[in-house]
């Protein structure tokens, strides 16, 4: 194991990324001329569409927007919405899936069944460890090569853990994947419903629940609860995703239009 850990590490090379996003700083009438910007509908939803490119200036970076949250909560039909709706406002936009985009992941998932049947705090902070690396390469050699002035929309990131991780504090995974210079998201969205609507949801789908740590309800509130508190806690954007699709995404866009 020690052998991968030296491996990933000497294969990213990795290199401090700047972890604040790129302002546009604009005068108050450039602010007060996007926020009266023409309106278009989405469903019966109105989405303010951003006027020309001149007054709010031409994006001349990424902007790393991950959607996190437990299971059921419909951030893959989420992402879906949100990508339709910006590219409609004829943004770049840039899909991506953590767990796509792992080429270790087979490996890291070997040692999650193992936690499964034998939990352990030194093996779920190994697992940790892992993720951490894995993301590092991610943000080495996937996000690096997507165009500049594009939004990366990703499925999944290191705030998910907390809402899988059981035994490894919150805090202590945060600093892991600082230290491994990891990307950190310029808007963090965490997606939650009640966690009976969840698991509701997963009830009816094809591939159920799909997780490999969380097997009862009783399970899934405590991840829901625990993952909601520290989206607080860090002061991360919450999406409650309880009612229609259009709801929930009109509650994200303006928030990646406001980092624009």
């Known amino acids: 194991m020690r052998d991968f850990f030296r491996f990933i590490d000497a294969s990213l090379k990795l290199h401090r990324t700047d972890l604040n996003p790129?302002?546009?700083?604009?005068?108050?009438?450039?602010?007060?001329?996007?926020?009266s910007g023409k309106k278009h509908a989405f469903g019966k939803y109105p989405l303010y569409k951003l006027p020309d490119s001149r007054v709010i200036g031409i994006m001349s970076r990424q902007l790393f927007v991950t959607l996190?949250?437990?299971?059921?909560?419909?951030?893959t039909t989420l992402l879906e919405s949100i990508t339709q709706v910006l590219?409609?406002?004829?943004?770049?936009?840039?899909?991506l899936s953590e767990q796509k985009s792992d080429p270790f992941r087979a490996e890291s998932m070997t040692l999650v069944n193992r936690l499964a049947r034998d939990p352990s705090v030194?093996?779920?902070r190994e697992i940790c460890e892992r993720f951490a690396l894995s993301r590092a390469w991610i943000s080495q050699n996937v996000l690096t090569k997507q165009p500049e002035n594009c939004i990366i929309l990703m499925d999944r990131w290191y705030p998910s853990d907390a809402a899988f991780r059981r035994m490894v504090p919150f805090a202590e995974i945060v600093q892991l994947n600082i230290e491994h210079n990891v990307r950190a998201p310029d808007l963090h969205v965490g997606?939650?419903?009640?966690?009976?609507?969840s698991w509701e949801r997963a009830a009816v789908r094809s591939r159920g629940l799909g997780s490999t740590v969380?097997?009862?309800?009783?399970?899934?509130?405590?991840?829901?609860?625990?993952f909601e508190q520290e989206v607080v806690s860090h002061?991360?954007?919450l999406c409650r995703n309880e009612g229609s699709i259009e709801e929930a995404t009109m509650q994200i866009?303006?928030?990646?239009?406001?980092?624009?």
């Open 68 to 75: 996190d949250g437990p299971k059921g909560t419909g951030k």
């Open 214 to 226: 969380i097997h009862r309800l009783e399970e899934h509130i405590a991840c829901t609860r625990a």
């Open 191 to 197: 997606v939650v419903t009640a966690p009976e609507v």
């Open 122 to 124: 030194d093996l779920e």
């Open 87 to 95: 590219r409609a406002d004829n943004r770049k936009v840039v899909r």
């Open 22 to 35: 790129c302002a546009y700083t604009a005068s108050a009438n450039d602010v007060s001329s996007a926020l």
């Open 253 to 260: 866009v303006p928030e990646i239009n406001r980092m624009l």
């Open 235 to 237: 002061g991360w954007f």
